[in-house]
């Protein structure tokens, strides 16, 4: 599988993909127009090992629905990514069995020498 889970209204999801220079078999999947599914939600993550890697802790809704001041397990994490797509950390590139989470430069590098190759 070759795709991206992203935002289209997330100026930095849009700059790595244009970064990126995509070829076109891969898939682009606006995260808020169509929604992760859980059979999506469950194969990124028995690429990434866990949900917690997947959850972003930079969303608003962390900090204000309380969520950093509990212990979340990863039952929560699914769930809480799920219920709303901003706890979706962007973006989620998938190269075949390989997955890159965020938009670090590091992990966006690794992202475009794993398509490219």
Known sequence: MKKVYFL???????????????PKEF?????????ITVKQLEELHKLSGNYESLF???AKL????????QNLTEKDFKHYILDHYTFL????????DKIFIGNSSKT???A???IHE
């Open 8 to 22: 289209k209204t997330c100026s930095t999801c849009i700059r790595i993909i244009k970064a990126l220079n995509l």
């Open 27 to 35: 898939i682009l999947q606006d995260i808020k127009e169509d929604e």
């Open 56 to 58: 972003s802790k930079r």
């Open 62 to 69: 962390y900090k204000e629905m309380g969520l950093k001041d």
């Open 89 to 96: 950390s962007r973006p989620v590139i998938v190269v075949n």
């Open 108 to 110: 966006v590098e690794a």
């Open 112 to 114: 475009k020498q794993a």
